[in-house]
């Protein structure tokens, strides 16, 4: 019993670890002071209004979003498409299909940025910019949406798509009105997941950005390496919320520990 | 009618596959086979252009400079503390999280896996917080009178935000290797008389080996490619390989030598990886 | 309404032939069971004649209409799965209105096609509920409900009762069998369960490795089944082989291990091995202590000792050897059943034994 005891005290340690820089930033954010001392000097919310104020990260901000939403939208298609072709028609293949599209998961980041700002250059055109960085944003969030909508195509019974044949739905309307409605939930968290991991994507991002077209994470990268005053401290906050809502949206609908899987 | 019908059955599904596939090819698998390809350029002096004749000259370059050597054995030294730092934490809080059930099991899995989803930046800009030379940390030593220490833009700073970004994954590790069946065999040794001590090293560890391993390696492999935290955590005072990496295209413009020393970083990690499969191999024969 | 015509499907799946020349023709409102053991090709059948799968050769038709070109929504069918399939994300009401929407009738008309349906499954009161809410018992009706709201020309069954348990699965065969005759319709059922199939079908199509065996009404099957599987198949049997030794009046007489016995059989049975098939409930015990029994009738009268009992409640299954190795199962009242070791004479009825030639 008290091995049990040791052992939940130390769990309790490591999960502390494990949540303290994230409690500091929000802390950080919320705090008067110039930095983040203990005791903390009183609540204010005026870092917020710096970083509203920052025409910098407000457009990086932005940004971020709409590149999040463009790669998201690509990779959501192209990600239940591989997924619905490996669950279901995919045989001999399957097994190579999968680790290919998994694997810009599993390759470096850093190498794959670095390899697509090379090929770009290699087709003449411009190397770094939005074009780029959809792409490659769409290239990392793949996985994130096959691996989602893989487990829910697994757990789905064929004979609902043969029943509704049989009542006379087209292939088209046995898609949208059985298929996607029921794969639906597995769609809507893989994309939430490439939605968040573009949003906080860094070394692709690194390589491929261009004049004007400079994510959130690398905006904030350059700021902090010169200066770590609270503003970054609100925008993280902001970053830290959304992925809350992620979170716990996706932990109902598929787990998370899924999505993770691919990493191996 | 028929045979229409059929060849459209035979072919419809393509239309799924053909898509992801280009996409995947043209930007994933072409870019890479490139860089491989451009490693074996010739460089031209300044501004980026490069070309025939095909040469190694880049890889005797890349493997004839002691620094690639010095940046390489600091990053994979790190990469191997962070492993195994994450494996000493990650191992107490994997066992305890197998065993609970419910809400409960599924809120402690958020707070592992939450981490994850926030951006690294953001993330290391925590640990700056803590850390730094006026941070909250030397704040509270001194408010307990104690001296200042330097607790980042050094090796320390960088293994920290190290472990705490990679330790999900080895959590996610251990727990296929932690769950099962292991809790009954565990319950069966101390029925078969061995106290807690022995049934940990004769059942938990030996069984948990495929864990350790997938975790160890995973987390290693993470560590070394890392970008982010040896930059902001490590300042200008620690270079690793990826930033040698990054330097020599974003800065350089030196492609071929900059696809030449990731191929090297790359070759050289899969190659200690090898070994350690080897090792690993050896001490979980029987378990599979 | 229509008939249902199969002309020699042919299918197979890689190198499995899983239908090898079937043909089969249904009648307008006929219920026909396709039974046979897993594998036999009898969901590859129906498969075939929903439109899920295409044959490799062969025609289909329902009335004039040929259909094994058509896709499964343009032929106007009625399927009830096995695990009912229905869709979990909608109501029962729009589970079975599904097919109604698909064919854009009014709403009006969907409203009221729905509710009439529902009340004669017997579902009113639940139309808000989605699948997992309801029984199986409910999951199966409301499957039903949504294959037959359509009027298709023909409803396919495919084992729709194996998820139930015993007692439902009882009370279901007559409700299903009601409503098919109430609606008359054309209707396959897939069943490996044979008191099913003879409960509920007007014909019975035994299947054994991607052939139809034999094709008749449920009686015909169980008295004169055309080979020893088909008779092992449709209940239990005991079997006498012999070599046949020509014939007495309408019965063959056959020279078994147990001496020579009398049974009927088809017109032109070719020998010379034959089998004899006996079921436990024509067969009589008398005890054999008394042997002079009344034979006039013509009986045929096996000594022999019972090796075993069981006691089933309603009846005792006795078991007797008549010769070495060989135990024939009879169904005895249980106050008339012997005890184990007493020496016995089975007797049956020639009329009531049925010859197969060896397959």
New interface residues.
Partial sequence: MRGARALAFLAGVVYAFLLLPIVVVVLAALNAGDYLTFPPQGFSLRWFVHFAQDEAFTHAFVFSLELAALATAFATVLGTLAALYVARHARRAADALRVLFVAPLQFPAILTGVALLIFFYALHTKAQGTLSLVVGHTIICIPYVFLAVSVVLAGFDRSLEEAARGLGASPFATFRRVTLPIIGAGVASGAAFAFINSFGEFPVSLMLAGVGATPLPIELFDYLRFDFDPTAAAVGTVNIAMATVVVLVTERIVGLEVLYRGRR | ??EA??RW?RWA?FA??L???L??AL??A???A??IY?SFLTPATGG?AYGPPLTLGNYRDTLGDPFNWRILARTIGYAALTAFAALV??Y??A???VRQTGARR?V???????????????????????L?D???VN??LA?LGLPRQHLMYNGFGVVVGLV?VY???MV??L?GSLGGRLPELELAARGLGAD?LRTFLRVTWPLSLPGVF?GTV?VF??AA?S??IP??LGGNQVLTM?ML??QR??ELFD?PS??SL?AFM?AFTLLLLWGYVKLMGRAMRGIG | MSSIVLEHLAKRFGEVVALDDLSLAIADGELVAFLGPSGCGKTTTLRLIAGFETPDRGAIYFGSRRVDGLAPERRDVGMVFQNYALFPHLTVWQNVAFGLEMRRLERQAIRERVRAVLREVQLEGLEGRYPRQLSGGQQQRTALARALVTNPSVLLLDEPLANLDANLREEMRFFIRTIQREHGITAVYVTHDQSEAMVLADRIAVLMGGRIVQVDRPEELYRRPRDLRVASFVGVCNVLTGELAGRRGDAYAVETPVGRVFASGPEGLGGPRVHVILRPEDLALASADRPDEPSADGRVRLPGAVVARAYLGNLVDVRVEVAQGLVLRVQARPEEAPRAGERVVVAYDPRSAWCVADA
């Fill in positions: 009618m028929r019908r059929a059955a599904p799924l596959l898509p992801p596939l996409v995947l930007f994933f072409a870019p890479y490139n860089m451009i980026g934490l990650g107490p809080l066992y305890h999280l599924a402690l899995m958020v707070f592992v896996l939450a981490p994850l989803l926030v951006d690294v930046v953001i993330r290391s800009y925590g640990w700056m917080v803590l730094a006026t941070g909250l704040s509270l408010q705490h330790l999900p994954f996610l590790s727990l807690g997938s995973l492999v993470l490619s970008y982010v930059s902001l990826p990496v990054a295209v974003l492609w900059g696809a990731a790359s």
